[in-house]
C-alpha cells in the first residue's frame, strides 16, 4: 500500500511563502499525473495545482503567478512552492497521485494571516 506524506503546513503572514511536500513511500507505477487540492473550512475542496507525467502544469486561477508545482520522480515527491500568500490561501492542502490506483495525502494545515 502506498501512502503519501505531506509536510511544510504551518502558520504565515499575509505575503509570505512556503513549500509543501507530498512524498510516496515507494515507487507509484504508471503515475498519470500528480496535483495539490485544498480545502477550507465550510467550503469544497478544490484543485490548486497539476503537473502530468510529460511535466505540463496547470494552476487554478486564483493561485496563477503565485504558486508553482513541480516533482522530483528520484524522490517520488510532488512539491508545491506557495509566495504571496494571501488570507483566503488558508486552508488543508492534500496532494494527490493518480496512476494506475488513486492516492490522497493526510492533509497538511496552511495559515495565512492578516
Known amino acids: 500500500q502506498v501512502q503519501l506524506v505531506e509536510s511544510g503546513g504551518g502558520l504565515v503572514q499575509a505575503g509570505g511563502s512556503l513549500r509543501l511536500s507530498c512524498a510516496a513511500s515507494?515507487?507509484?507505477?504508471?503515475?498519470?499525473?500528480m496535483s495539490w487540492y485544498r480545502q477550507a473550512p465550510g467550503k469544497q475542496r478544490e484543485l490548486v495545482a497539476i503537473?502530468?507525467?510529460?511535466?505540463?502544469?496547470n494552476y487554478a486561477d486564483s493561485v496563477k503567478g503565485r504558486f508553482t508545482i513541480s516533482r522530483d520522480n528520484a524522490k517520488k515527491t510532488v512539491y508545491l512552492q506557495m509566495n504571496s500568500l494571501k488570507p483566503e490561501d488558508t486552508a488543508v492542502y492534500y496532494c494527490?497521485?493518480?496512476?494506475?490506483?488513486?492516492?490522497w495525502g493526510q492533509g497538511t494545515q496552511v495559515t495565512v494571516s492578516s
Open positions: 515507494r515507487s507509484i507505477f504508471s503515475i498519470n499525473f
Open positions: 494527490r497521485v493518480v496512476g494506475a490506483n488513486e492516492y
Open positions: 503537473i502530468t507525467s510529460s511535466g505540463s502544469t
